[in-house]
């Protein structure tokens, strides 16, 4: 079978006055929308959309200032992301949608949802979107582990050559995924990267995800709700930490949405879509089911 080839485009939102792009896999069936998340981009679904496209019409969308979308100096919090999300659906004239999240895409996903609660036929967490962080610690104890590393500048060949040593992704690595991964970048003339999202605004978009206390969405949620958690043995504090909110968010998940369907995938990291990609579709696929 030959490999499906995707069409990239870009939808103007007139009333949100930007352009976001994305990727259009084709597919039978409903659609289906991919979120990406923070720092990351539309591409970050490349191994897992093809997969889906038998059941689904599948669109991955790059949200603002992430990949090839435009770069608004402001924007970024929940109220404004989806309001992008709203257009977008709407621009496309698309039915309403499954929505796959990952990571701040689920929170986007969840929040959308809530919002627009006939605009969403069914919801796919994918660990995100039932973290809360705020619980846990004060906003100036969780803003230095929030806060990305300053990369910008950094030549090209040293990030790739850090990513295809990742643990997970050196046993993986192709000229595939060294695309997918220089996609999260602009790649300068003097062959060194610079962020699309400016630090500045990817903490406007953490603090977003600070402040949301998803319990107090979840239980408002009306449509059908796959949670999918990706948990590995931690290794030092900081996954320590992060595992411990995973699961405090399980817990929280239980108590307001009972009726959500729970899958937890073990040894597995926190990019799934890149790592698992046939585990993820079949989940994805049999939710719809």
């Known amino acids: 079978m030959a490999p499906k080839i995707p069409r990239d485009d870009d939808a103007a939102l007139p009333g949100r006055s930007i352009s976001l792009h994305y990727r259009d896999w084709g597919g039978d069936g409903p659609p289906l929308l991919l979120l990406h998340g923070l720092s990351s981009n539309c591409r970050i679904w490349d191994l897992t ?42 621009t496309l004239a698309i039915e309403p949608p499954t929505i796959v999240g990952h990571s701040w895409g689920a929170n986007v996903a969840l ?17 995100g979107g039932v973290i809360d962080i705020s619980e846990h610690s004060t906003w100036e104890e969780a803003e230095p582990r929030m806060r990305p590393p300053e990369i910008d ?7 790739v050559g850090f990513m295809r040593n990742w643990p997970h992704l050196k046993d993986i690595w192709n000229d595939e995924l060294r695309e997918m ?9 003097d ?11 990817h903490m406007k978009i ?13 239980e408002k949620l009306t449509c059908p709700l796959l949670v999918i958690s990706c948990q590995q043995a931690p290794t030092n504090d900081e996954s320590r930490q992060w595992q411990k909110l995973r699961e405090d968010g399980l817990k929280s ?7 959500a369907r729970v899958v937890v ?9 890149i790592q698992r990609p046939e585990e993820l579709a079949k989940q994805i696929l049999d939710f719809a089911e």
Do not use: C
């Not at 998940?253 to 009726?259: E, N, S, T």
């Open 49 to 90: 959309a093809p997969l889906l496209t038998d059941r689904f019409h599948v669109v991955a969308l790059d949200q603002r200032s992430h990949g090839r979308s435009d770069q608004p100096e402001d924007g970024y919090g929940f109220d404004e992301v989806t309001a992008d999300l709203e257009e977008f659906i709407g």
């Open 111 to 127: 929040a959308y949802a809530v919002s627009s609660p006939n605009a969403v036929r069914s919801l796919v967490l994918v660990d």
């Open 153 to 159: 500048g950094t030549p090209v060949e040293t990030i």
């Open 181 to 189: 991964v220089l996609a999260n970048f602009e790649v300068r003339e």
């Open 191 to 201: 062959g060194t990267i610079a962020r699309p999202l400016s630090i500045e605004n």
């Open 206 to 218: 953490a603090h977003a995800i600070f402040d949301q206390q998803p319990a107090h969405l979840l």
């Open 253 to 259: 998940l239980g108590r307001v949405a009972p009726d």
């Open 265 to 273: 995938m073990k040894n597995t990291i926190h990019d799934v879509p």
